[in-house]
């Protein structure tokens, strides 16, 4: 009984020491962790599932002793849940992040800290609410005791997303800068990159790639290609197109020929079309294209150059790939006679169907023969054995 009185004076003594003497050098309260961090070997550990306040935030290791000084799983974990409430109340977006990285830090060879601005952030929205029920903001979470925003501190996803995207227009603004040095038109056609077809087609009349991706005109030129493929270009010059290695092949030529040509085709555009290279330069590198051309003397010329999409009218196109009749096809058929391609696919789904009735009854007659069978058997068992 003495002990256990002895025990609770000195916890009374602490929360005194802890509340007026102890905290009058908070600023150098976080300035010692690195102190002690350096004396103690961390280890790293498994974040307990019971530790429900930082669940779910993108790594499963802590490190311990943590940022609060707490050296067991079991301490770290029962002064954690005293806070869940405070996240369950949604006072900020931010507090979850905070209170982990002091409760559960994340396992790296030395501490990283919140940064001040997060610290900042979390009290303006949640100080009101801690104030509403009976609880002052804690000195230990005094943000003047955290690092001011750097890159070894640990700020807010949005902070972190916008200095990123800030270094990125830095590096995209470098190297825009350098590309103007050497070339004039390089900013004209970023610029032209983004209006894709609109604006990198003003120039250009060749009929390659200014035929609009309807049903119509797709399904026609295809007919009357040798080759049809998707691709990306690897690199475009005046007339010549280098593509990317191609997955997807819907079409090649029956006469006998060098396929192989199309793994890595390169494409020769005629001198009249010679100006759809500037327009494929207007796209993204990732942009894929279905193209269409002819094999002339193995030479292969494109004749058709639309931007992959998966709008309606290609997606239609793309369908009727393998269920067209060219022979009957001409590029003067009308929308409306298109439009009986439809009818064929649901005459071959009605097809589908049919076979599928013709199976089922195949296997309904097989089961009914076994059963016979064994019926047949069964009777004879029974009579050898009377």
């Known amino acids: 009984m003495a002990s256990s009185k002895n025990r609770k004076i000195v916890f009374l003594a602490l929360i005194t020491c802890l509340q007026n003497a102890c905290l009058v050098d908070a600023g150098a309260y976080f300035a010692d962790w690195s ?41 770290a974990s029962q002064q954690a849940a005293y806070w869940v409430p405070l996240i ?29 601005s997060l610290c900042q952030k979390v009290k303006a929205g949640c100080e009101g609410t801690m104030k509403s029920r009976g609880f002052p903001w804690p ?27 800030k270094e990125e227009e830095k590096k995209n603004a470098k190297a825009g800068s350098a ?9 004209a056609a970023t610029a032209t990159a983004k209006n894709n077809n609109q604006d990198g087609n003003t120039n250009c009349q060749a009929k390659v790639c200014n035929e609009a991706p309807t049903k119509q005109n ?39 020929g060098d396929f192989r040509k199309l793994r890595k085709p390169r ?12 327009w494929i330069q207007t796209h993204s590198r990732r942009q894929r294209f279905l193209v269409m051309g002819k094999n002339l003397d193995n030479r292969l010329v494109p004749t058709f150059i639309v931007p992959w999409s998966r709008d309606k009218e290609m997606k239609q196109a793309r369908k009727m790939f393998k269920q067209i009749d060219c022979s009957t096809w001409s590029s003067g058929v009308s929308t409306k006679s298109a439009s009986s391609f439809p009818d064929q696919t649901t005459q071959f789904s009605h097809r589908k169907k049919s076979s599928r009735r013709n199976r089922r009854e195949n296997e309904r007659n097989i089961n009914k023969q076994r059963h016979q069978h064994q019926k047949q058997r069964k009777r004879k068992h029974d009579d050898a054995r009377h």
């Open 179 to 187: 590309k103007s040095g050497n070339k004039a038109d390089g900013n």
């Open 88 to 116: 369950q109340s949604n006072c900020s977006e931010h507090t979850k992040l905070f209170l982990c990285s002091l409760f559960a830090p994340v396992c790296l060879d030395r501490p990283i800290y919140p940064c001040r």
């Open 35 to 75: 102190a002690l961090a350096e004396d103690r070997q961390p280890t790293c550990v498994a974040i307990p599932s019971n530790m429900s306040l930082c669940t779910n935030i993108g790594y499963n290791k802590m490190r311990l002793p943590n940022l609060l000084e707490h050296d067991t799983i079991q301490e």
């Open 218 to 256: 797709i399904l026609t030129n295809y007919c009357e290609a040798d080759f049809v493929v998707k691709m990306k270009f690897k690199s475009v010059k005046r007339r010549s197109l280098r593509g990317r290695k191609v997955n997807t092949v819907y079409k090649t030529w029956k006469r006998n």
């Open 267 to 278: 494409l020769q555009l005629e001198a009249d079309h010679q100006c759809c290279s500037k």
């Open 139 to 165: 000195p230990m979470l005094d943000c003047n005791k955290f690092p001011l925003d750097n890159d070894m501190c640990i700020t807010s996803q949005a902070e972190s997303e916008q200095n990123r995207k």
